[in-house]
Structure formats: C-alpha cells, structure tokens
C-alpha cells in the first residue's frame, strides 16, 4: 500500500471521526438536561446536520482535487470503503451512547430525586450507561449481555457436566435453553429450510409464468397479492392449520419463512428469464433451438444475476419469517422466543442481544450468498 494512500484514509477518518464525536458531545449536552426537550431535539439535529453538511463539502472538494492531481496516485478503492463503513459504524455507536443517555436519564434522575442529591453531568453518564433495566442498553452491555449467554453459559453447563462423555458435554452444552448458541441454531434450521422451500418455489413459479400465458395473467396477480396480508396476522392461522393436521415444531416456521422468501425469487426470476431480448431469442430459432434449448442455453445463464439479487432479499426475508414464527410458537426456542422472553420481564438486555445475533447471522447469510454468486458469476464468465 502506497504511503500516501495510508495518510489519506487516516486524514478522512480523523476527520470522520472528529465530526461524529462532536455531533454526539453536542446532542448528549442539549438533551441530558432540562427545558424544551423538542427545541433541543430541533437545535441538536440542525447542528448536526450542519456540521455534516460542512464535512461533506471538505470531503468532496479534497476528493476532487486528488482525483485531478497528478502528484499523487488515488487511493485504493478498498481502502476507501474502510474508512467509508469505519466512519458510518462510528457514528452509530457515538448516537447510540448518546440516546442511551437521553432515553435512561429519567431513571436516574428519579433515583437522584429520591435519595435526595443532585447529579453531575458525569455521574448521569456512568448512571445512564450502566443501569441493570435500561430503556436503551449501551452496546458494551449488549456484548456483555452476548458473552454471558453464550460463553459464561457455554462454561458453566461444561463445568456441570463434567465426567461424562465428551460428545453428551457438547450436546448438553448446546442444547442448553438459556444458550443464545441453541437459539440461534433453531431459528437458522427454520430459516434454511423455508429458504429452500421459496427459492424451489418460487423458480417453478417463475418457469411456469414465463412459459404459459394462462399461468402469467392469474397466478403472478395472487403472488402479488400474497404479500398484501400481514405476516403477523397469517402466522397464526399457518400454525393452527399445521398442528391440525399434525405438523409442528419447524415445519410451520419454516413455511412461514418460505412464505416471505419466496415473492422476491419469483419477481426476480420472472425478470431475468424474460431479459433475453427479441434479437436473441430470433437467433435461438434461426439454429432451430427447442424451447427447452432457449431455457437452458440462453433464458436460465441470462437470469442469474437477477436470481442471486433476489436470492439476498429472500434469505433476508426468510430470517425475519423465522423469527416471527418463533413469536407466536415460544416454547420451541429460537431468537424470536428469546425476544419474547426478554418484553415479558422488561429485560432490554436479553431483548437486544437476540436482535444483534438476528442481525449478525443475517449479514452472514446475506454474505453468502453473495460469496455463491461471485463463485457463479466467475465460473460462467461473467467477472474475469
């Protein structure tokens, strides 16, 4: 890595950063206090959209005069994604400090009020960023929060166990109900299963629409329309339908999650089969191709691209069916469970720990699928 491209990632995330961390200390001074809680909301954000605004400016003018200089050779492309997602996790976290102070400080004040003393501003901080049941966890307490469920607990279960044989310790281990591990395990099983159920589906749907005219102007309109019912109401009746008939545990969770993944496969294969345009298509005749041949030499390579796109809105949707399946059917584990067990005791803490690893395995799943298609793109032809 050329020198000069190292100092430029480091000027742009100091700049970055120093920017952030202004907005924060500037937010966290207007709002911890008292008053007109909507002005100072109203002063904070014109700040801070100000400041942005001033960054910004400084950003692109110094981006265009390197990009026009020819002292300096531009700096890599990766590097400048780096300092791109550095500077956006850095103002999350610098936000997420400053409203955990915002939302938290009632409690503290109350406690303040109570004991009959009168908080500094340093000691609000330490109060608002460490309490037990906060409204806002900070995000050291939420990773405590991971450690503790995953790890503490993974130690104390294999402490317990000691003296049976090695692989019973692991599955006990794993199976253990407060081990955030079990429960992510449960719901990624729903979340793959209903995966491959609406990618199958929604492929056969898609084939089907664009090969029949019949298929196109009466099932593509019902697809559409599937997606107009609230999952939230239609998982119930998918469950108590399931039970009747004696299905439960994953299956019903994982038809929820392939209710939600599948729309987005079908959209997306319907407009990839369908890219081939009228010149290709003729010249496929012309070599008195079967419409078979079309399919599979020219419509299905033509639609890859659209299928992995739709393939990433399909996992992700798919997660989400998931977890929402887990709402309703609690006693089966699963994030979604864990979720509902932390609203019932008012525990934020377990709450927020769910949804960080729900995200985490989210962006691992979207990733590879991302990784598949690069592997696909590159063996077909498409990236050198």
């Not at 109350?110 to 009959?116: E, I, N, P, V, Y």
């Amino acid at each position: 890595m050329d020198v000069s491209q190292l100092l430029f990632g480091v000027i742009v995330s100091t700049v970055l950063l120093i920017s952030s961390l202004i907005i924060a200390a500037f937010a966290v001074l207007w709002l911890s206090g008292t008053g007109y809680l909507g002005v100072k909301v109203l002063a904070a954000a014109v700040l801070g959209v100000l400041i942005f605004s001033g960054v910004n400016a400084f950003l692109v003018k110094s981006w265009t005069w390197w990009k026009e200089s020819k002292i300096r050779p531009l700096p890599d492309k990766k590097l400048f994604s780096f300092v791109a997602i550095l500077y956006v996790v850095t103002v999350i976290f610098a936000l997420w400090y400053a409203f955990a102070i915002v939302l938290n400080k009632n409690w503290a004040y109350d406690k303040a009020t109570r004991g009959g003393y009168e908080l500094s501003f340093s000691e609000l901080v330490a109060d608002t960023w460490s309490q037990k049941k906060p409204r806002l966890p900070t995000p050291d307490q939420v990773a405590g929060e991971i450690w503790k469920s995953t790890g503490t607990a993974a130690a104390k279960k294999w402490e317990r166990t000691e003296g049976d044989p090695f692989l019973e310790r692991i599955s006990e281990v794993l199976g253990d109900k407060r081990n955030l591990i079990r429960h992510a395990w449960l719901t990624l099983s729903a979340t793959m299963l209903g995966f491959v159920f609406g990618t199958g589906l929604g492929i056969l749907l898609a084939v089907g629409i664009v090969h029949n005219r019949a298929m196109d102007n009466s099932v593509m309109p019902w697809v559409i329309t599937s997606q107009t019912i609230p999952i939230l109401a239609l998982a119930p009746m998918i469950i108590v339908v399931l039970n009747a008939v004696g299905l439960s545990g994953l299956i019903p969770k994982a038809v929820i999650s392939a209710y939600l993944s599948f729309f987005p496969v079908v959209v997306g294969m319907v407009k990839g089969l369908r890219s081939p345009d009228s010149m290709q298509l003729d010249q496929m005749r012309t070599w008195f191709a079967s419409k078979a041949q079309i399919f599979w030499k020219l419509r299905l390579p033509a639609s890859v691209p659209y299928l992995f796109t739709s393939l990433k809105i399909g996992v992700a949707a798919s997660l989400v069916g998931a977890i929402v399946g887990e709402l309703t059917i609690s006693q089966d584990g699963g994030l979604g469970a864990r979720m509902l067990q932390g609203n019932y005791y008012g525990a934020t803490l377990i709450i927020w720990a769910a949804l960080i690893v729900a995200a985490a395995l989210a962006a691992v799943l979207v990733s590879s699928v991302g990784l598949a298609e690069r592997v696909t793109k590159k063996r077909m032809g498409f990236v050198q």
